[in-house]
């Protein structure tokens, strides 16, 4: 009988498992589909200088690290920002793979760079990287914004929000307009205020 139970209460156990693996997982999909969303629609509130994008040409979405997005990326792929079309373009992990000269110039060449978590250890190695280049970097890990990223993601009442970092889009020569400004939970405008800001 006792063997009985015990079973039973194991089979049960696995099954919670099971079931709050995937609920975790459908979450975070669902989390990262949101950003995904956000991301397209910032390319509408966002100036690049002339010599960055041209019409007619593709507007790159960079992801460098342990990809959290899976799929979420697909319903982007078919839309467009004024006839731009819209190119997702991945790289590996620098804590897996030393990024080469080709990999940095693919880098440079996006208009938007999602810089994820596995990354934090080399945040400003990459923005440097990219820092003379017009390149929007995005994020959703603490001290992103410290570290010289423009735009980060938090969850705030099981919602995603962002903040803006106005300083260093202003250093790489990016124009964030005033509705995206607006939408944002904070805007940081002064160097000095960027100090422990997530």
């Known amino acids: 009988m006792k063997k009985r139970i015990y079973k039973l209460f194991f089979l049960v156990f696995i099954l919670t498992m099971l079931i709050n693996s995937v609920y975790a997982e459908t979450e ?3 989390e990262y589909k949101v950003k ?3 991301i397209y629609n910032f390319l509408k509130f966002i100036d690049w200088p002339p010599t960055k994008i041209a019409e007619g040409k593709t507007i790159n979405i960079g992801i460098i690290g342990t990809n959290p997005f899976g799929k979420a990326f697909k319903p982007v792929e078919d839309k467009k920002i004024e006839d731009n079309n819209i190119a997702i373009k991945y790289f590996n992990s620098t804590e897996q793979t030393k990024l080469t000269s080709e990999h940095i110039e693919k880098m440079r060449k996006c208009h938007v760079l999602f810089v994820c978590v596995s990354e934090k250890k080399q945040f400003k ?3 440097n990287y990219v820092k003379d280049y017009n390149v929007l970097t995005v ?3 603490n001290g992103f914004l410290d570290a010289g990223g423009i735009i980060n993601f938090m969850i705030e009442d099981q919602k ?3 903040k803006i970092n106005n300083y260093n889009a202003k250093q790489v020569k990016l124009n964030i307009r005033s509705q995206l400004l607006r939408l944002a939970k904070k ?3 002064e160097k000095d205020e960027s100090e422990n800001q997530s």
Do not use: L, N, R
């Open 125 to 127: 190695e990459i923005f």
């Open 187 to 189: 805007v940081i405008e």
């Open 160 to 162: 995603v929000c962002f």
């Open 139 to 141: 994020g959703d890990t």
């Open 28 to 30: 975070q999909e669902q």
């Open 36 to 38: 995904a969303a956000f």
